[in-house]
């Protein structure tokens, strides 16, 4: 059964780890993440962005497959299915698909219409129970064609949006979606400190989880980050084991061509990827 992300990061914040949220693009990331989590006894979000949203044929379709793969697996262990950074009419969308919790990613809107926006959106997913993320201070790199420069958000407009009564808050805090450049300055932890002295106690968000050194998690995680958003890191591991497994030519071994041999590499590639997370966060054993 689907449930929020509210409570898993509530309880997170107070305990001083960090959920993992993995994004996912298909069936076989979905199991990977879902099997990973029910192996480690760890609560788990699956973010789902638009443009994976489209590939997957729509929202409805994702909930669907979720829904019955989290039943067929006997998944136990907590699963919000969650949308990432989702517009004003996404988030409607997924309201009406079964999600069981949101993202309004209204960091691109002056702050008057990201408050305006958000606060509609708020008592929309309450209304039907589901958890929503809000987003100030546009995260760095590229997300579905979306260029940000990664900047710091300002500790006011958080607070701002935190009193609409948002579940959980993303705030740029030097932090961008895909690899750190070499030239990249860090995570402004007095950014992330100045905030949650104004939020208070609202578990807040980290995007761009791939490529952050270790200590720095930790570090933010003891700041008040409670969710850590994995994207990049799954591509690229699906990727090399994918690419490893047909440059050594298995994938001309046995009778003919077989999709599910050629995708269980990067399968793999997945679950120890999710596991090297869980790990780091803290979360394992959190159920
Ligand atoms: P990465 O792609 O850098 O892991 O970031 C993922 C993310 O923040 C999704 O919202």
Redo the contacts with the bound molecule.
Sequence with gaps: MLVTARDMLYKAMEGKYAVG?F?INNLEWTKAILLTAQELNAPVIL?V?EGAGKYMTGFETVTAMVKAMDKSLGITVPVALHL??GSYEGCYKCIKAGFSSIMFDGSHFPIDENVAKTTELVNAAHQLGLSIEAEVGA?G?E?DGVIGKGECADPDECKRIADLGVDFLAAGIG?????YPENWEGLSFETLAAIKEKVGDMPLV??????IPADMIKKAISLGVAKI???????LAFQEATRAYIEAGKDQQGKGFDPRKLLAPGFEAIKATVKEKMELFGCIGKA
């Design positions: 949220h994004n973010g962005s990432d950074h995260i790199g997300e932090n961008i979606h895909g690899k980290l995007h761009g989880g791939t490529g958003n994995v994207n990049t890191e799954c591509q």
